[in-house]
Each structure stands twice: as structure tokens, then as C-alpha cells.
């Protein structure tokens, strides 16, 4: 057999001789002068696009400027209508100046005045009447002409026109300036909107600028320069010989950009003749040996056996950036899978509104990194920075996170360090290096590298590797705008074998990740996936622990499932759902999320709780009753409460990564549906009488194991409003007349029945208010007697639920009277006041009214 590397030699030699004898001198690559990892581009202009809201100005992104005819003067900007909040039909009013890059520097010439709009560097500029344009039909353009000479100097800030248009889906803006833009080196553009919305009379850099009273909602920012554009690369591979780069930008010439070697195992190189777009590889040569592999940071790929892709981080303008996270005690977390919930990220976003109107304020995502095919749980991750592409790209993960935000929904991502891949993983192996076979750079390469899921284990111990871990962490929670992590597997993180031997750089690399987050934004929730009942898994770093916010809690699911899944009522056991109710670890309720359904528990041999409870009939009588019996445990006892995806609808099964959920069943389970949705109100207190539910307090004061009956009181400060006391029967015999005990004397309300005949048409409608008085019961000064039906649950509270509006009633106050018939006269001719549906008040509507007169029903 021929040796390789001597091949290898003798080509890179003759090479050289070729270029001596041709009088040449071979070219070593540059290093990049670009700091970070992967593929970063790196330009001379750009614009920052500013919001206003709440009170100040927040960058929302940036985005490059089109300066193909830069050196006649011209800049182009071009923005999606959504992307600015705006849509066909708006009119907004605008100004454009021109400005120095000083950041006290004011605007030197402005679109809205024909004269000087400021006599030097050190006085503020005054804007003149705004400019007004109609995004009028599907497009449209109106010319804007300036005067020449009103400026104090510099004739690159001198504005001589500018151009409005617009098309079905971007607004566009150029500008024309009196001279060579590049040339210049320094200008500013400086754009203020006006939209019609909450505004200011100040801009988001800043500079010195009257505007006349007028204000402004979005600000436009951009800056054009002589410093050059392109694309910088760097990789590690401290293994490699030399290494090549090949892409879209080179024809993708194997020996045509070979990249420079740092010196510390990282390879770099800056071109700027590559672009955003463009794919590319690297070339590692080992001892002679090629290997081809996708940048171990690629932020977008093609697919798992395709190639890297250069992504612009700046490319998306975030719309909601006043976002306010919900606290973790008041999250209701919806796990879900976007492959089955709804096919990809773009659909979710079509599924938002529904989980808003469900109560959900925190979505949990499956793992979407790039994983080996379309088909997928995804905990089989492959490009740990990449979006999965058969969901999207990195920006329709951009825009989902965006549009859940403004609907006040927080995203968690489920996230994998225990093990990647193992297939199509070009981290395998990575720069050809490898000892006894194993993986190489990446991964542990002796008996360490052994998960379940393949000899894949990270090496926690490289440092290099841990960087790598870390600022996958933090890269997805600040360039997403994600609001924490769930962790997958960290008992495989901290130690082998399910938890057999130790990995002490394991726990330690989980210990700094949470420092490191913590350090970020400490109030980004990160969950543990350890299911061993570790409470030093939530316990500090400082004292000691992994320093992790929440763990997924074994000590609630198993043995509620156990209680609601048993065939006979003898089976049950109030102790075991009364310890389920009062674990907590290190005293914290909130460093627990409970469940009944996640989607380990509805698959790997078990399936969904109705389905096990009658398995091929999960819409039967008894899977309806006590699936809600276990999901009102999850609503009513401390913790952080989470649903898995169609569990609020009876989906049946078990869960495949290949079966869509059946949302037919949102109509034939519609009953179930108001049954978790009245259930989350509670949760999050919407009507001001249960937030006793999300309280750090918890007495169980009532368990009857014979009668398989238990009742606890969940309270925070206490009193009306805040205590709430929960029964619960887990038996098949109704309870009639049965007496518990209550924290306070008087009218408890029935906030929550869970026989009501509204979530279905065989439930009895068993329960009632009830009134505690001075007999002593339950270890209480107070008791009431109840009466609940077979497998239910009834929350109390000595706050009332707010009346239901009834027809008539306009202004929902109970009663239809002359406060309504004054609305009607105040709406007529509008939709205002309408109450008959027609979208119009009018005689109809009055007629209703008197018809009605007199209390709501």
C-alpha cells in the first residue's frame, strides 16, 4: 500500500516549486482579525432598527443597507411590512436626517425642512412637519425632493431626494446624497417613524434632535463606512496538518483557500468574497488523509448530510421587545413536538392563539436541533446551533419566539449534553484524531463515551469542549430570545450508568453552564431532566448543588399515575397521593414541575393516561374522569403545573413521532377542553379568587384512605381571594353529606366542579357552596359538608367568580338597566354596543334590551 502522507508531501512541495520557478512567492494565509467561532459576518455598514415602548427605546435587530450605488451617492434600505409593524393601508409620517457618527452629533440635514435645520456640531437640529406616505394598495412610490446647500458643510450629508415605495410585502426608502458615500467614510442616516402608536419626542441613539412636538415610534438607524465586508471563519482542530475551506464563494476548489493556523488548535481565515447564504465546509488533512466536515458551529445547515450555511444573526427585526416574562411560580408549562402538534415552526405560530385562549403562558419545545432525517422526538441532535430544517430556520424560530411573546407566552427548549447524535454526526471523529476507536475531539474516548443512546458522551472534561457546551447554552438563549432550558438526561451528565459512577466534570460543567445563565439573566427558568429525587440537583452552586432552577419531578408523577391508572379502588392510596402533593425540594414549591403526561410518560411502553386507564376506548366515562382527576392534581398542588400536547383534548395513543395530534378531537372533547381551561384560570388567578393555588403553602388536612377521599388548602397571605381549600374523590361512590374542615368561618363558593355537566353530558352536576361553621373537624376550627361525585374534584374559595354577562347586558355588570340603554345610545349607528351579533347598534339592539330588563338570569 502507497503511504499517503508522502503522496500529500510531495504535492504540497512541488506545489511550492511551481511557484518559485515561476518566480512567485507561495501566499500563508491571514489569520481573521473577527472574533467568535463558526462563520461570522462582518461588514462596513448596517441599521439598527429601535422600538419604542414602555417607557424607553429597545434595538429590535439589524440589517444591512443596500449600497450597490453608494458611490453616486445612493442608499437603498428595503424592511418587511411586518418586520415594522405595518401593513397595507397604514399611512405613517416620516423625517429623514443626515448625520456625523458622533454620538452627540445632531441631524445635520433633514428630508422635512427646505432651509438649515441646525447651524453646526454643537447645536440640536429642529425638524420640520413630517413627511406623510400611504402604503396605498399592493404598491405604490412617492418622490421626496430636498434643497441643495442646506447644510452648514459637507456636502455627504447634503440630501438631495429621497424615494418612498412600497410593494405587497416591504416598504422601501432611498436616499441621495451629494457625494461618494464610501468615499466619505462617516455618514449617518438617521430615520424617524411615526406609526400612530405610543411614541416620543426623543430617537434610540440618542443625538440631539427638536422635534417640534411631534413624536416617534420607530426609529431607523444606519451608518455607512469604508471598513470591508465578508465572511470570517474559525474552527478547531487541533489535529490537523492544514485545513482547507471550500464553498459557494470558491467553487468549492479544494486547495484554492487554505486557512490560517492560530496556534492554539483554531484555524481562521476572513474572505471578503463570501456572503450570507453561502455554503461551505472545511477540509481537515490528517497525516494525509481528507476529511470533510461541516463547521462544528454552523448556525444553519442545509440538512443533517448537507452542508454549513453562513447565517446572518442580525437578519430578523425582533417585533416584541418589551417582553415580560411570566414568574415561575404563575407558569403553566404545554410541552409539545413540532413535527406532530403542528408539522413546523411557521404552523405553530398558526397554533399560538389557541394555546393563549387554552391559559397556557410557557411553551416547552422537544429538542429542534438538526437531527439525522425529517422524523424525529429530536433527541438525536446532530448540529448542536442549528435548527432542525424540516421546521424551519433559525428565523422562523426567531418569529415563532417573537409571536408567542406577544401573546404573553414564554419558550423553553429542551436541550441535550448528555450525548449527540449518533447519526450523521460529523462531530464523530471530528479532525480525524481518535483513540480506540471512539469519537475523537468531542467526545470521551474510552468507557466514558458509553450513554444508551451510543458511545457519544461529550468530554466534560476538555476545556475546549466545555466552551463548546457553554456558549451553546447561552447562543441559544440570547440569540433566540428563549426564556430557559429543559435539560435533558443530566443523571447521565453527572455520572454513567444511570447514575452509576460519578463524572465530577460533568457535575461541575453543569454547575458553571447555570452560573453562566445566571449571569445572563437569572430569570430564565432551567430545568432538570434528572428523575432521581436529587435535591442537590436545585440546591446553589454556592452551596454545593448544579445550581439548576427546577426539576422535572419523579416523587408526583409516578405515583399519581399509579392512583388513577389502578382498575380498583382498593389499589388506591390517599397516603401515597398526599405525599405526591407535599414533596418539594429544599422547602422551594417551585423547584418542581409536575405532570401527568410528558412525552417519556406517554410512550416507551406507556401510553396516554386515558388510553391506560381503558385501553381502545380513552374517551369511556371512567378515562374522562380520572385522566381530570390527575390533571386537577397537577393544577391544585405546589409546583410548576405542565400538560403534554393534546392531553387538554383526550388525545389518545401513545405518543409517535411519526402521528400528527388528531385536532378533531378539540370538537368532540370540547367539554374536556373548558374542563383544562376553567382549571388553568384557577391556576393563574384570572378572577382574583384562587391565588392561593400558586401560594408557597400547603396543609393536607383531610385523607380518608378507606374512602379514598383527600382535601388540602392551598393559601399564600391567606384570606378571600387567596385560600383555597381542594377535595377530591378517588373513588367510583359518590360522597353525599360529607364533611371536611375549612381554614375560616362562612360562604365557601364552588369555584370548580368537575361533574359538571358542561365538560359532559353524562356528568351529574353533583356539588354545592357550602358554609363552615364552629365544629371542629380535620384538625380545624371550621368544617363544611360537601357532596362529590365519583372520581371529581371541587375547589372552594370564599371569593365569588365574577357574574357571566347575559344578553342585554352591555356593561357587564349583572343587570341589564339604563347603564345599558345609555350604552346603546352612545353605540348607535357603531358596532360599539351591538348585542344582537350583526355588528351594528340599532333598533334591534334597543328592543332586546327592554325585552330583557331587570337582572341577569
Known amino acids: 500500500m502507497r503511504d499517503r502522507s508522502i503522496n500529500w508531501f510531495c504535492l504540497v512541495v512541488l506545489a511550492i516549486v511551481s511557484l518559485l520557478v515561476a518566480g512567485m512567492k507561495p501566499a500563508l494565509p491571514e489569520a481573521s482579525q473577527v472574533p467568535g467561532m463558526g462563520a461570522i459576518p462582518y461588514g462596513g455598514a448596517g441599521c439598527q432598527v429601535w422600538r419604542y415602548g414602555t417607557a424607553e427605546w429597545l434595538l429590535s435587530g439589524i440589517t444591512q443597507p443596500d449600497l450597490s450605488n453608494a458611490s453616486s451617492g445612493t442608499i437603498k434600505w428595503s424592511f418587511t411590512l411586518d418586520s415594522l409593524g405595518l401593513e397595507l393601508g397604514d399611512t405613517i409620517r416620516f423625517d429623514v436626517a443626515t448625520s456625523g457618527s458622533g454620538t452627540e452629533d445632531p441631524g445635520v440635514d433633514h428630508l422635512s425642512r427646505q432651509d438649515e435645520a441646525t447651524d453646526g456640531w454643537g447645536t440640536p437640529s429642529v425638524a420640520g412637519k413630517f413627511l406623510t406616505y400611504q402604503l396605498k394598495g399592493a404598491s405604490g412610490s412617492m418622490p421626496y425632493p430636498d434643497a441643495e446647500g442646506d447644510v452648514f458643510d459637507f456636502p455627504n450629508l447634503d440630501i438631495q431626494w429621497a424615494l418612498m415605495s412600497h410593494d405587497s410585502t416591504r416598504l422601501h426608502l432611498q436616499v441621495k446624497v451629494d457625494a461618494d458615500l464610501v468615499e466619505t467614510n462617516w455618514t449617518n442616516f438617521m430615520i424617524f417613524i411615526d406609526k400612530g402608536g405610543e411614541g416620543a419626542e426623543t430617537n434610540g441613539w440618542g443625538r440631539p434632535i427638536d422635534f417640534n412636538g411631534q413624536s416617534v415610534d420607530l426609529f431607523l438607524g444606519s451608518w455607512v463606512n469604508s471598513a470591508e465586508s465578508g465572511v470570517s471563519f474559525r474552527v478547531w482542530a487541533p489535529n490537523a496538518d492544514a485545513v482547507s475551506l471550500i464553498g459557494d464563494f470558491n467553487n468549492w476548489s479544494l486547495y484554492q483557500t487554505m486557512m490560517a493556523n492560530e496556534g492554539n488548535g483554531h484555524w481562521s481565515v476572513s474572505l471578503n468574497y463570501a456572503s450570507v447564504g453561502d455554503a461551505y465546509k472545511y477540509v481537515f488533512i490528517n497525516g494525509g488523509t481528507q476529511y470533510h466536515r461541516n463547521d462544528a458551529r454552523a448556525y444553519d445547515v442545509t440538512n443533517s448530510i448537507g452542508n454549513s450555511v453562513v447565517y ?145 458522551r461529550p468530554d466534560y472534561g476538555r476545556e475546549e469542549v466545555r466552551q463548546y457546551i457553554r456558549d451553546n447554552a447561552l447562543y441559544w438563549l440570547t440569540e433566540f430570545h428563549l426564556d430557559g432550558f429543559r435539560i435533558d438526561g443530566t443523571k447521565w451528565i453527572r455520572a454513567t450508568d444511570d447514575g452509576g459512577t460519578d463524572i465530577p466534570e460533568g457535575w461541575s460543567l453543569l454547575q458553571w453552564i447555570n452560573d453562566e445563565i445566571d449571569a445572563h439573566d437569572a430569570g430564565k427558568l432551567i430545568i432538570a431532566e434528572d428523575l432521581a429525587g436529587n435535591e442537590w440537583m436545585t440546591k446553589s452552586t454556592g452551596e454545593g448543588g448544579a445550581g439548576f432552577d427546577s426539576q422535572w419531578d419523579v416523587h408526583f408523577v409516578h405515583p399519581v399515575r399509579g392512583n388513577i391508572e389502578a382498575v380498583n379502588d382498593v389499589e388506591r392510596s390517599m397516603w401515597s397521593i398526599r405525599d405526591a402533593i407535599l414533596a418539594s425540594y429544599n422547602g422551594s414549591h417551585t423547584q418542581r414541575v409536575i405532570y401527568t403526561e410528558s412525552h417519556d410518560e406517554v410512550a416507551n411502553g406507556n401510553a396516554r393516561v386515558p388510553e ?246
Not at 475531539?441 to 463515551?449: K, P
Request: charged content about 20%; some cysteine; hydrophobic content about 35%.
Open 312 to 456: 446572518d444573526p442580525n437578519s430578523y427585526i425582533w417585533q416584541t421587545t418589551d417582553y415580560q416574562r411570566p414568574d415561575w411560580n404563575d407558569m403553566v408549562i404545554y410541552e409539545l413536538h413540532l413535527g406532530t402538534f403542528s408539522g413546523g415552526l411557521l404552523q405553530a405560530i398558526n397554533k399560538l392563539d389557541y394555546l393563549q385562549e387554552l391559559g397556557i403562558n410557557t411553551i416547552e419545545l422537544m429538542p429542534l436541533w438538526e437531527f439525522a432525517g425529517d422524523t424525529s422526538w429530536g433527541y438525536n441532535g446532530c448540529f448542536p446551533f442549528t435548527v432542525e430544517s424540516s421546521y424551519g430556520s433559525p428565523n422562523h424560530l426567531k418569529r415563532f419566539v417573537d409571536e408567542a411573546h406577544s401573546r404573553g407566552i414564554a419558550v423553553l427548549v429542551d436541550v441535550l449534553y448528555n450525548h449527540w447524535g449518533p447519526s450523521d454526526l460529523d462531530l464523530w471523529q471530528y479532525d480525524g484524531w481518535s483513540e480506540n476507536g471512539m469519537g475523537g475531539i468531542y467526545f470521551y474516548n474510552n468507557w466514558l463515551a458509553e450513554t444508551p443512546w451510543g458511545d457519544t
Open 612 to 857: 391506560d386507564i381503558s385501553p381502545g376506548d380513552a374517551g369511556s366515562w371512567f378515562a374522562r374522569k380520572r385522566s381530570t382527576l390527575g390533571g386537577a392534581l397537577v393544577f391544585t398542588s405546589p409546583g410548576i403545573p405542565m400538560i403534554f400536547q393534546g392531553q387538554e383534548f383526550l388525545e389518545d395513543g401513545w405518543f409517535s413521532d411519526d402521528d400528527p395530534l388528531d385536532w378533531t378531537k378539540v370538537e368532540t372533547y370540547s367539554g374536556i377542553l373548558q374542563l383544562y381551561k376553567d382549571l388553568i384560570s384557577l391556576r393563574t388567578n384570572q378572577d382574583g379568587v384562587s391565588s392561593g393555588l400558586a401560594g408557597a403553602s400547603t396543609n393536607v388536612h383531610h385523607v380518608n384512605d378507606n374512602g379514598n377521599v383527600i382535601a388540602f388548602h392551598r393559601y399564600g397571605d391567606g384570606g378571600v381571594g387567596d385560600d383555597v381549600v381542594v377535595a377530591m374523590n378517588f373513588s367510583i361512590d359518590e360522597k353525599q353529606s360529607y364533611r371536611i374542615g375549612f381554614p375560616h368561618e362562612g360562604a365557601w363558593s364552588l369555584l370548580f366542579n368537575s361533574d359538571d355537566s358542561e365538560y359532559s353530558g353524562d356528568y351529574s352536576d353533583i356539588g354545592h357552596a357550602t358554609t363552615a361553621t364552629p365544629f371542629s373537624y380535620d384538625n380545624m376550627a371550621f368544617s363544611g359538608v360537601i357532596s362529590l361525585a365519583p372520581y371529581s374534584v371541587q375547589i372552594f374559595s370564599q371569593g365569588d367568580l365574577p357574574a357571566e354577562p347575559c344578553d342585554g347586558d352591555v356593561t357587564g355588570d349583572g343587570f341589564v338597566d339604563i347603564s345599558d340603554l345609555l350604552a346603546i345610545i352612545a353605540g348607535w349607528g357603531t358596532p360599539d354596543a351591538d348585542v344582537t351579533g350583526d355588528n351594528m347598534t340599532n333598533v334591534e339592539d334597543l328592543l332586546l334590551i327592554i325585552g330583557v330588563f331587570g337582572p341577569c338570569p
